[in-house]
Every structure is written in structure tokens, then in C-alpha cells.
């Protein structure tokens, strides 16, 4: 069986890859515990011991605004690491896959980002996550590269969780209506993976170097909207109580909502090349946004 190594296994990303993964080889799954990526020393041991044909890096630094205040331990993690990775995936010949952000843009387009578009980030997390692309680039391994945004699932903390914490306490909500992109399952993320994986087994390999995919659910919303869409369909979904009336969560602009790293007012990608290399469509995120709240809510439910 091709031997994988999975870093960042308990990630939202991770927790879902384990499952994609499996069908496609043995899979050593990986957390912080096991390996601290800020240490190039340690990663390098780790690689070299799997002698892995696949290496997949579902781990990232993604405190967007702490890393406003460690600038080094980002570029450690977001940069450094993925560096090191694609040198020992050149070594044994293993494919590297790696995921990268939204952020590497200052969202200043009016349309959809594609990827042959000149990245621009404004934020310690978007230049180390940019740094970290051109880390593997560099390195002539074989590796993908999905950009995505605004990743949400039943694992971890995200933007969808934190809604219900708040509505359900009875919070006023105020929710930024300017910055638009499309909410993405870690579920569905983890599918394309395992998608684009299976498709290279069957001898459709990928040419050598770095192939770059932007990797997005369709139909782009603002977080005003996407945070109405949560309430409205926990709402409808057993398990909820206390929901607030959709209408009832305030628009606000980004300037009335001051963090310390800047955030992409548009975060709108074109998956158009995704779709055409791999006979893909990406879908809506709603579907999975329901699926999440049922989840969810039978978890609370049995108490786990």
C-alpha cells in the first residue's frame, strides 16, 4: 500500500483527511504532539522515518490575528515547515499536497481571484502562507497546492461554531456585510483531495513541479449572510433552541469592526481550472452547512 504521512491530523481539515486518505494507501496520521513543525530538525526525522510516497500538510499556524504579534512562529510553521517538506519530498520522490489561503490576496479585485492572479497579502498570516507556496515552488518537488477560504466543519473551532455559541447566549449580533467569499467544508476539501489523488493513481500523474488549484465552494456570501443562513437553518434543524430571527443580526462594514490583521475584502475564487483538470463541480456550501447542524446537534444530544 503507498505509504502517506498526514500532518495536522486534528485539524478540520485533518480530522476529515483521515477518512479521504485510507482508501489510497496506509496513512500515518500525524499531530502537534507527535511532531512540532516550528522544529525543521524534528519534521525532517519524522519524513525521513515514513519514507512516505504521499505527504499531505493539513497543518498550518492559523491564528490570523496573533500572528500580527508572532510574526516568527507563523513563518515558522506556515513557511519554514512546508519548505523543508517539499526538500524531502524531492529526496524520496513523493508528492507533496499543501493548502494555502485566501489571505495571499488584498482583495482588491472586483472579480473572482484565479490563480494566475499576482498575490498581494496584507497580513503576517497571508505573507507566511504566501512564503510557504513559494517554499514548495522552489524546491522543483512534485506538489498541489489548493488555495482555499473560509473553511467550516463539525471539528474545530470556526466561524459557523462561534455563531451558534453567541445566538444561542442570546448575543446582538453585528456581523461585517463587506467582505464576501465562499464558506468551504473541511468536508468538501478533503473530498476533492482524495478526488485528485485517486485520479493520479490511475496513471493520470501529475507533471513535475507545482500545480496550483483554487479550491472554493460555490456561491460566495458575506459573513452578515453567512451568518444568517446558520441561524436561520439551525433554526429549522431540532436539537436548537433560542435561535434569533435571521433579520434580527446587524450588518456592519469592516471599519466598524477593527482587528489587527486585515482581512480580504473579496475572497472570491474561480475554481473554473480545479473543475476542468479533474471533471469537477464545486458545489454549494449550504447542503453542507445543514448537514453540520444535524451532526451538531445529535452530538450534543448523546453527549459527545
Not at 52 to 64: D, L, M, Q, R
Not at 204 to 225: F, I, K, T
Request: with cysteine.
Amino acid at each position: 500500500m503507498t505509504p502517506i504521512l498526514l500532518l495536522g491530523k486534528d485539524g478540520q481539515v485533518g480530522w476529515q483527511l483521515q477518512r479521504s486518505l485510507a482508501p489510497l494507501g496506509k496513512v500515518t496520521a500525524v499531530g502537534r504532539a507527535e511532531c512540532d513543525l516550528s522544529d525543521p530538525g524534528q519534521l525532517r526525522e519524522l519524513i525521513r522515518a515514513s519514507k512516505p510516497k504521499i505527504i499531505v500538510n493539513a497543518a498550518a499556524y492559523t491564528a490570523v490575528d496573533r500572528a500580527e504579534s508572532e510574526p516568527q512562529l507563523a513563518a515558522s510553521i506556515n513557511a519554514e515547515a512546508p519548505g523543508v517538506m517539499a526538500e524531502e519530498a524531492r529526496t524520496l520522490g513523493a508528492l507533496l499536497v499543501h493548502y494555502s489561503t485566501d489571505y495571499v490576496f488584498d482583495g482588491c479585485k472586483t472579480a473572482p481571484y484565479v490563480e494566475a492572479d499576482t498575490p498581494n497579502p496584507q497580513s503576517v498570516y497571508g505573507r507566511t502562507k504566501l512564503t510557504g507556496e513559494q517554499a514548495i515552488a522552489a524546491a522543483g518537488c512534485r506538489a498541489l497546492i489548493f488555495r482555499t477560504s473560509w473553511v467550516f466543519g463539525a471539528r474545530g473551532h470556526n466561524f459557523v461554531k462561534t455563531i451558534l455559541r453567541l445566538a444561542g447566549e442570546g448575543r446582538s449580533l453585528r456581523i461585517v456585510d463587506d467582505q464576501i467569499g465562499s464558506p468551504t467544508p473541511a468536508a468538501l476539501i478533503s473530498t476533492v483531495t482524495g478526488l485528485v489523488l485517486a485520479a493520479s493513481r490511475r496513471g493520470e500523474s501529475l507533471p513535475d513541479g507545482a500545480h496550483l488549484y483554487h479550491l472554493a465552494a460555490a456561491n460566495p456570501v458575506s459573513w452578515c449572510g453567512f451568518a444568517r443562513a446558520i441561524v436561520e437553518d439551525a433554526g429549522r434543524t431540532p436539537g436548537y433552541s433560542g435561535m434569533p430571527a435571521p433579520e434580527s443580526i446587524a450588518a456592519i462594514a469592516t471599519t466598524d469592526y477593527p482587528l489587527p490583521a486585515p482581512r480580504p475584502a473579496n475572497s472570491r475564487f474561480d475554481c473554473s481550472r480545479l473543475e476542468a483538470d479533474f471533471g469537477l463541480e464545486m458545489p454549494d456550501w449550504r447542503p453542507y452547512l445543514q448537514r453540520m447542524l444535524q451532526l451538531l446537534a445529535l452530538k450534543n444530544a448523546n453527549g459527545y
